[in-house]
């Protein structure tokens, strides 16, 4: 999928794969990148790649909620919050190689739930980490 003009381009640099680091170009992210045992690694304290990508899907829906929200005249409260977990295992179709999987919780305290359903599924259209993985990422949203 192309975009017509980039607004703003994060970079960020891993040394060392999965066992090493990641920092961003302007210092803000400076991480010790870890293997989870589940994965064959030693459970050292750090993070991984599937944590990032949670924490990064998780804000940036939010932030696609707030956008179509906003177009609806409608305010979210302050306390929304979407807990994912990433799982990432031997991919289905394609021996050899992995994929992930996401599963996102969704919680719009105060709204109506056919209010929020609505927003996740407009949501769900325009949030670029959606649209980066529709077709590739089993993804299910779930409003709790």
Same mark, same amino acid.
């Given at each position: ?41 030693? #459970? ?5 790649? =599937? @944590? *990032?990508? %949670? /924490?990064?899907?998780?804000? !940036? ?48 305290? #105060? ?5 929020? =359903? @609505? *927003?996740? %599924? /407009?949501?769900?259209?325009? !949030? ?17």
């Amino acid at each position: 999928m192309a975009i017509e003009k980039s607004l703003y381009t994060a970079t960020a640099t891993a040394t060392g794969g999965r066992a090493g680091t990641a920092k961003s170009s302007d210092g803000a992210l400076d991480v010790v990148l870890t293997t989870p045992k589940q994965l064959g690694g030693d #459970g050292a304290p750090g993070t991984n790649p =599937e @944590q *990032l990508f %949670a /924490a990064g899907y998780s804000a !940036c829906f939010i932030g696609a909620l707030k956008a179509v929200a906003g177009r609806q005249k409608l305010s979210l409260p302050a306390d929304v919050s979407i807990t994912s977990d990433v799982g990432i295992g031997p991919h289905a179709n394609k021996p050899g190689a992995f994929g992930i999987s996401v599963d996102m919780k969704i919680s719009v305290p #105060g709204l109506a739930r056919d209010v929020v =359903e @609505q *927003l996740v %599924a /407009a949501a769900h259209e325009v !949030c670029p980490y959606s649209n980066a993985t529709r077709g590739n990422v089993d993804v299910t949203l779930t409003i709790v």
